[in-house]
Every structure is written in structure tokens, then in C-alpha cells.
Antibody, heavy 122, light 110 residues
Framework: EVQLVESGGGLVQPGRSLRLSCAAS????????MHWVRQAPGKGLEWVSG????????GYADSVKGRFTISRDNARNSLYLQMNSLRVEDTALYYC???????????????WGQGTLVTVSS | NFMLTQPHSVSESPGKTVTISCTRS????????VQWYQQRPGSAPTTVIY?????PSGVPDRFFGSIDSSSNSASLTISGLETEDEADYYC?????????FGTGTKVTVL
């Protein structure tokens, strides 16, 4: 059974940093691209960032480019999101999601975690 | 980047059929796979269709995905509507290394 468990969320002041983690199990982690998707309170889904199986292909939404960094550790079956220069508008539930297929391309998601809440407020 | 536009809401009675459209603003809808996600209130999203028309295991075959190049849109059709289908639905596609979600559609089962 595929499991994705996010952690690292919390309350942080504007301008500060936070690092999210996602622990994956139940599939060959190093075969698949992985993603972060967020949802602000009462809003729709927003793709944040994705990373291919070998970290050779990485994409970011324009809203986080230059502030967020995605990475992965295949030996630890873990995905990370380093979030710097956080803004009030980054407040959201952050989901970890597995890509639908292997390879270098970022396509979409077939499994999702339950999310970790990030609140940016002074 | 392109946009994916969905109707804000649709509603229908149990047992009926609803279709949700997802129109791509630029670029061909057929050039990249389209996925559909269901999000019930208070829950994480789940995938109901991937790669345009493939259903994940465990998803009822009442969910059907399709692509229409003439209108540059994708559609999700839910037949035999059940109360448990009441949820928000999002389409999603990509362009290069950028992924985009649709605006979302609230499905209400009357």
C-alpha cells in the first residue's frame, strides 16, 4: 500500500524559513517523480514543485520560484521542500504526491498524502 | 503558462449523469495527459482518472474521462450519480515541467 506522510508544518513568521518532509513507502520511490501541491484555506489546488526520480528534472510554480527548493533522498525514501522568505500568502495545507509514471517527465499524481499545515503570520 | 477552465458548479439527482468540462486556454489539450481529482470536504484529493481516460484500481467505472481536440477540452463524466460523489473535482495537465490545475468544479447531488 502506497503511503505518503508529510511533516514539518507549523506557524512561522513572514520572512522566515521552514522545511517540509515527506516519508514514502509501499512503492519503489526511486522510480518515480514526486511533487508538492498546496491548498490555501477555502481555495483550489495549486501545484508548487516537482522533481524527477533522479533530480535531473525540477519544476517550480512562478509563485515560489527563487524562494522554495525541492529535493529528494532516494536512500531514505524521502522528499523535501525547503521554504525560504515565507509570505502570508504561502499559508496553506501542503500535500506530497506521487507522479503517475516513471521517467524524467513531470505529469500528474496518482497518490496523495494527508498534508501538513503551514501558517505564515506575525 | 496556460489555464484550465472548469464550470464553477454542477448539480444533478442521484442516478443521473453529470459531465464536467475542462478547457485549455493555449496549447493542445491532446499534447499532454489530463488527470482528474476528487476532493471530498475535509479530505485530501484522490485520483479518479489519469492519462486522459485511465481509471486507478478501486475507482468505480462510473467515472469516465475523455479528450475533445475540436474544443480543446477534456471532460469527466460521472454516471449513476451517488451521494458519495458530492465533492470538488479538479482537472490537471502540464506543459514542459510546469503542472497546472483547473479552477475546480463543485458537484452537488440533489
Amino acid at each position: 500500500e502506497v503511503q505518503l506522510v508529510e511533516s514539518g508544518g507549523g506557524l512561522v513568521q513572514p520572512g522566515r524559513s521552514l522545511r517540509l518532509s515527506c516519508a514514502a513507502s509501499g512503492f519503489n520511490f526511486d522510480d518515480y517523480a514526486m511533487h508538492w501541491v498546496r491548498q490555501a484555506p477555502g481555495k483550489g489546488l495549486e501545484w508548487v514543485s516537482g522533481i524527477s526520480w533522479n533530480s535531473g528534472n525540477i519544476g517550480y510554480a512562478d509563485s515560489v520560484k527563487g524562494r522554495f527548493t525541492i529535493s529528494r533522498d532516494n536512500a531514505r525514501n524521502s522528499l523535501y521542500l525547503q521554504m525560504n522568505s515565507l509570505r502570508v500568502e504561502d499559508t496553506a495545507l501542503y500535500y506530497c504526491a506521487k507522479d503517475i509514471a516513471g521517467g524524467l517527465q513531470l505529469r500528474g499524481f496518482d497518490f496523495w498524502g494527508q498534508g501538513t499545515l503551514v501558517t505564515v503570520s506575525s | 503558462n496556460f489555464m484550465l477552465t472548469q464550470p464553477h458548479s454542477v448539480s444533478e439527482s442521484p442516478g443521473k449523469t453529470v459531465t464536467i468540462s475542462c478547457t485549455r486556454s493555449s496549447g493542445s489539450i491532446a499534447s499532454n495527459y489530463v488527470q482528474w481529482y476528487q476532493q471530498r470536504p475535509g479530505s485530501a484529493p484522490t485520483t479518479v482518472i489519469y492519462a486522459d481516460n485511465q481509471g486507478p484500481s478501486g475507482v468505480p467505472d462510473r467515472f469516465f474521462g475523455s479528450i475533445d481536440s475540436s474544443s480543446n477540452s477534456a471532460s469527466l463524466t460521472i454516471s449513476g450519480l451517488e451521494t458519495e460523489d458530492e465533492a470538488d473535482y479538479y482537472c490537471q495537465s502540464c506543459d514542459g515541467s510546469t503542472l497546472v490545475f483547473g479552477t475546480g468544479t463543485k458537484v452537488t447531488v440533489l
